[in-house]
């Protein structure tokens, strides 16, 4: 019998969840769901509909979206975004909800309409290192949307996302402080990118490997890095981009340092 032929495509995936949703929910766990179903009602499903994107799945806090185009999927993440508070500015001892948004332009299998496969892992995992209320993009979709889209998109670095065996370089929009986009940047006016930007000190956190002999510790070493760039991310004094490299044993016995630059 012949082996069934894998469904395949071309696809820019959106991966969407709500910054501190667990705790959102301790608080006010009916308050919380019936905030989240409006802003689905009124902003979310709305835009994903306007710029001709698929909902594959919720996943209680989040969301993945296909979209036959980059720049529908960066324009729609954009509009939400931007509205996002205007939609939901918390008050009365309720903090505001926000999203982090992360894209991805891949090769995507489909079954039973879901979508598998790297192109939707990396989306997920771009999503995971966005800022709170950020969106931020993967090489591969911003090739397709540089100059297409009204924001400055700015070179995040190359980052190590867990369970994807290369780096990955990332590249965020650049949101104003009210929650717009800025002009898209001209000749006179180039984009600015981590290389450009040397007022802020930065940090470089390499992988760390696993030398105890126990492949259950793996998930150690992962979380501690993930937790460092965490806590660089959100520490205003540092430079947010991320300078990761895969090194192998060091003199101390273990792959594995942070940089300062």
């Known amino acids: 019998m012949a082996e069934e032929r894998l469904q395949r495509r071309l696809a820019a995936i959106l991966a969407a969840d709500v910054v501190g949703y667990s705790r959102l929910m301790g608080i006010d766990e009916a308050g919380t769901l019936a905030r ?47 509205h996002v508070r205007e939609r939901d500015p918390g008050g009365a001892g309720a903090d505001p909800i926000q999203f982090r948004i992360g894209i991805n332009v891949g090769d995507i299998i489909i079954e039973d309409g879901d979508i598998f496969g790297d192109g ?10 966005a800022a709170p209320g950020g969106v931020s993009l993967s090489e591969d979709a911003w090739r397709q ?15 190590s996302l867990k369970n994807i065996a290369h780096l990955v370089r990332v590249y965020r929009v650049e949101l104003g402080s009210e929650g717009t986009a800025p002009p898209a940047a001209t000749a006179s006016q180039p984009v600015a990118t981590v290389s ?10 390499l992988p760390f490997q696993n030398m105890s002999g126990d492949p259950e510790q793996d998930y150690f070493c992962d979380g501690l890095v993930e937790d460092i760039g965490a806590a ?30």
């Not at 949307?145 to 190359?158: N, R, S």
């Not at 660089?232 to 630059?261: M, N």
């Open 36 to 82: 989240l179903k409006a802003l689905r009602r009124d902003l979310i499903d709305p835009q994903i509909a306007a710029h001709s994107g698929r909902i594959v799945k919720l996943m209680g806090d989040g969301v993945l979206v296909e979209f036959g185009s980059a720049v529908d999927a960066v324009a729609c993440a954009i509009e939400i975004q931007k």
């Open 232 to 261: 660089k991310r959100h520490t205003p004094a540092l430079d947010a981009g991320s300078q990761c490299v895969r090194i192998g044993p060091t003199v101390f016995g273990r792959a594995g340092a942070c940089c300062f630059g």
């Open 196 to 205: 450009s930007v040397a007022a802020k000190p930065s940090i470089a956190v």
């Open 145 to 159: 949307v540089q100059g297409k889209v009204p924001a400055k998109l700015v070179d995040d670095g190359e980052h």
């Open 120 to 129: 939707v892992n990396i989306a997920a995992r771009i999503e995971s290192v």
